[in-house]
């Protein structure tokens, strides 16, 4: 015990003495020069990309964003073969009390929470959001059905296997369009497509293609994750 | 003003996560961790970064809050 407080207090000091001084040489906030941006806003503007970060996040970095997305299917694929559904037969879970305002809340901002998902990811390289973002959005909205409706209804519009299907289509999408950019371009998930006209819908080229794959395989891994929680939280077979 | 909002709410994380750590029980653990997600959108918000914020308000203020009330519910049972 003595010996990991005395660890923890080494690697703590240390941590802290990096921050600091990497916080001493950071450019001040609001400062006019910055190396990154000046590189960045240019290339955004070329391809037609409003925001920034969704220019870095699926043009000059999609590389990453692949490596993240794989990190997401990892994590489901991890949840779905450790935590395996529970053998007992169990009864769904008995309906609890809600408050009424709860529920009526709930009611009231679940359309909104999937117009609202929908928006972010279908917008995601004109204002800020993009896929990951809306897709956790459409994830959690649709639990919405759990807390003012019930259980049950959650279970019928949640349709499992076919997320799990899309979850995985998804991310091999994401890929296939980064080869289509390679035959076509040259370049590893390099943007093939038109690039349309600053600030419309169908612009930006491969952005919101990549951006759109991400958030229906968010979306759906999500909802399979919280499946199997909710399961065994729950304490019934799937 | 402007350095004085950032203080503020840089100031609101740091108590919001003060409550996080001090709080003990798991159990109640989770309702702060989700204020402090929702401190966290707020100076990401002040910091001009509204991607993060949108990412750090859906998954850190719903899911990991949820998540981690599953999993107290399930291991707790036992």
Not at chain 1, 64 to 90: F, N, S
Not at chain 1, 136 to 143: D, M, P
Not at chain 2, 14 to 39: G, I
Request: hydrophobic share 55%; with cysteine.
């Amino acid at each position: 015990m003595r010996t990991r407080d005395g660890l923890a207090l080494v690697g703590g000091t240390g941590v802290a003495a990096l921050l600091v001084a990497a916080f001493l040489r950071m450019p001040a906030v609001g400062e006019h020069a910055h190396v990154y941006r000046d590189l960045v806003l240019p290339a955004a503007l070329r391809a037609n990309t409003p925001n920034l970060v969704s220019s870095v996040n699926f043009d000059l970095r999609a590389f990453d964003t692949l490596g993240e997305e794989t990190i997401v299917a990892a994590a489901v694929v991890g949840v779905l073969a450790l935590l395996q559904p529970p053998d007992r037969r169990a009864t769904p879970p008995q309906r609890g009390y809600v408050l009424p305002a709860v529920r009526f809340s709930g009611y009231l901002l679940l359309p909104v929470a999937v117009v609202l998902g929908l928006d972010v990811v279908l917008h995601g390289h004109l204002t800020p959001g993009g896929g990951f973002q809306g897709g956790v959005v459409l994830a959690t909205g649709w639990h919405l059905l759990y807390l003012s409706g019930s259980y049950s209804a959650l279970q019928r519009l949640r349709p499992l296997a076919w997320l799990e299907h899309a979850e995985a289509v998804a991310t091999g999408l994401y890929v296939a369009t980064g080869l289509t950019g390679l035959v076509v371009t040259g370049g590893f998930l390099a943007n093939f497509l038109p690039l349309g006209r600053f600030g419309s819908l169908l612009s930006a080229g491969t952005v919101p293609l990549l951006s759109v794959l991400v958030g229906l395989e968010v979306a759906a891994g999500v909802i399979v994750l919280l499946s199997r929680f909710l399961a065994h939280g729950l304490g019934h077979a799937r | 003003m402007n350095t004085a909002l950032l203080l503020m709410t840089l100031l609101l994380v740091a108590v919001a996560a003060l409550v996080v750590v001090t709080t003990h029980d798991p159990r109640r653990q989770a309702a702060p961790l989700s204020v402090f997600s929702l401190c966290l959108t707020v100076l990401f918000v002040v910091f001009q970064a509204p991607d993060v914020a949108l990412s750090e308000l859906a998954v850190g203020a719903a899911v990991v809050p949820l998540l981690v009330l599953l999993t107290v519910r399930k291991v707790g049972r036992r």
